[in-house]
């Protein structure tokens, strides 16, 4: 059986991550300092296949020995800090562990003889595109705008274009879409997420910047797209970068609003016009299905079908609270 070391496995896409390598088969070791908390792990905390190692990936000597204590088939690092505002208000952290952390883990593992390395990378890295009709693909020039973004791009040049190529070890990237949708570590700090929150609890939506793009796709498809690379022949991924969603799915917030609108007509949304925004851009996702035969699994219309469902019937019962969102949150008035 396969083992697989998950960095980051207790947050809003590893939590998910950790019970679709579970039920496919793979044993499955979760590094996390639980920033966050760890209730997301409870319901597999006992499960045969599973280990968890607290630990934080900037203390070098422990993570190297967790690497060296079993024969890894994978390391999927997706500790970070995450998103554009968390690295803007702490950046020497963002430094710390984005970027030099994920260097000595990569390292580390082509020291430790792992053969699989993934790493979660975002679309941000394309920043704002030059032509509004055309797509971006994974060879179209990166032009990040935020310290999030320039790290996440620093490192996935190191891992294309730096590391010695040898049929023994099997880096990739993948660019992940703005992402969405129910995950066991819950986020309302994410456009769909949050704006389906906000309206399905009766307040006014306001939307800033409605007509610039973005591409979208549900937290549950990043685990099956991180199964999808586990899973190919290594030549067909090693050293190389994928986006990750779908074409159909790029969309500018006012058609996130549309969609609102009509799975809750009586919403009350305004928009704020804004000129420009440093991150617009649509982008392609041929490669990844034609390449490993990626396909979605849900829209974003689904997934504001689902957040609308545990917010109005209580799933959730205080969607405000800390526990919610990677920065610090004030109650709405």
Request: hydrophobic fraction near 40%.
């Amino acid at each position: 059986m396969k083992r697989v070391l998950v960095t980051g496995g207790a947050g809003y896409v590893g939590s998910g991550l950790l019970r679709t390598l579970l039920n496919t088969g793979f044993q499955v070791d979760c590094v996390d300092i639980l920033k966050f908390g760890g209730d997301s792990l409870l319901d597999i905390w006992t499960h045969p296949g599973f280990a968890f190692h607290k630990i934080d990936i900037t203390d070098y000597p422990a993570v190297d020995r967790v690497l060296q204590q079993a024969d890894y088939h994978a390391v999927v690092h997706l500790a970070a800090i995450v998103g554009d505002p968390a690295c803007g208000r702490e950046p020497e952290l963002a430094r710390r562990v984005n970027l030099d952390a994920s260097l000595h883990l990569i390292d580390s593992c082509q020291a430790a003889g792992i053969p699989r390395f993934i790493f979660a990378s975002t679309c941000s890295n394309y920043g704002k595109m030059s032509d509004p009709d055309l797509y971006l693909d994974e060879d179209s020039p990166l032009a990040p705008v935020s310290l999030y973004a320039e790290l996440k791009v620093e490192f996935e040049h190191y891992l294309l274009d730096s590391i010695p190529r040898q049929e023994t070890f099997a880096p990739t990237a993948l660019r992940f879409s703005t992402v969405y949708g129910l995950s066991p570590r819950m986020r309302f700090d994410l456009t769909v997420n949050e704006f389906t929150k906000d309206l399905a609890s009766g307040r006014v939506l306001e939307i800033f910047g409605e007509q610039f793009w973005r591409p979208y796709c549900h937290v549950g498809d990043f685990s099956r797209a991180i199964q999808a690379v586990l899973e190919a022949p290594p030549e067909k991924v090693a050293h190389d970068v994928f986006n990750i969603g779908d074409t159909a799915e790029n969309y500018t917030k006012k058609m996130i609003a549309t969609e609102l609108l009509r799975q809750i007509p009586t919403a009350q949304i305004e928009y704020v016009y804004k000129e420009d925004d440093p991150r617009d851009y649509r982008v392609s996702f041929e490669k990844a299905k034609n390449v490993l035969g990626f396909n979605i699994s849900k829209t974003v219309p689904q997934g504001i079908a689902e957040i609308k469902e545990v917010i109005t019937q209580g799933i959730i019962a205080d969607p405000e609270e800390q526990k919610y969102y990677n920065i610090p949150h004030q109650r709405p008035a």
